[in-house]
């Protein structure tokens, strides 16, 4: 089994309100990473994980604020964001030094 | 200079036909190279992976990464109309602590049927 699952698939919200993307997988691996992707660029890492302490910040805005809650979860909590904040995101998961395996994606948009 | 080129495309070739895929690296210290496929408004699925120089084959795909040029290549043969997709390269060095991956820009492909 090779999946990451994330929820929801679509997201809709206004640049008010506060809302959070969840991923899961049950692999065992202990890296864990956000991407997020725009119409027909490719995947920018935001944040990562390794073995649930954060490793690596690309330099996010502080209004996408990441956690994990243990080896199996990683959560983005979403707030105050702007309309060029619309895109896919994207978790994904890997051993360490290993592949990665990507979810299929929150689609979000903020009006 | 980009760290990962790749060609955009698109690409479009008759169904059958084989596929070449091409991406060009400039930093020698890139370890693990990496091919995904993503169809449109999903995420990306891992479909070769490989750490040394030569080739690496499953089923219709074929992975090949030359070191001493920093070139890689993917090739896809009996191409399928379902192989329309975007292919990414993907390159990371693997260090203790940084797992950053690398992407190239993706390049569109269509298989006509």
């Known amino acids: 089994d090779t999946e990451v699952t994330q929820t929801p698939k679509h997201l809709v919200m206004g640049m008010t309100n506060k809302k959070s993307l969840k991923c899961e997988q049950h692999m065992g691996h202990r890296a864990m990473y956000w991407y997020k992707q725009k119409a027909k660029k490719p995947p920018e890492l935001m944040f990562v994980y390794s073995y649930e302490k954060l490793s690596i910040n690309e330099s996010v805005p502080s209004r996408f604020s990441p956690e994990c809650p243990n080896s199996s979860l990683l959560n983005l909590h979403l707030h105050a964001l702007q309309p060029e904040d619309s895109a896919l995101y994207l978790c994904a998961s890997s051993q360490q030094g290993g592949k990665l395996f990507f979810g299929s994606g929150t689609q979000l948009s903020v009006l | 200079q980009k760290e990962v080129e790749q060609d955009p495309g698109p690409l479009s070739v008759p169904e059958g036909a084989i596929v070449s895929l091409n991406c060009t690296y400039s930093n020698s210290a890139f370890q693990y190279f990496m091919w995904y496929r993503q169809y449109s408004r999903k995420g990306p699925e891992l479909l070769m992976y490989?750490?040394?120089?030569g080739n690496k084959e499953d089923g219709r795909f074929t992975a090949q990464v030359d070191k001493s040029s920093k070139y890689i290549s993917l090739f896809i043969r009996d191409s399928q109309p379902s192989d329309s997709a975007t292919y990414l390269c993907a390159i990371r060095i693997s260090n203790f602590g940084n797992e950053k991956l690398t992407f190239g820009t993706g390049t569109r492909l269509t298989i006509i049927p």
């Open positions: 490989t750490y040394s120089s």
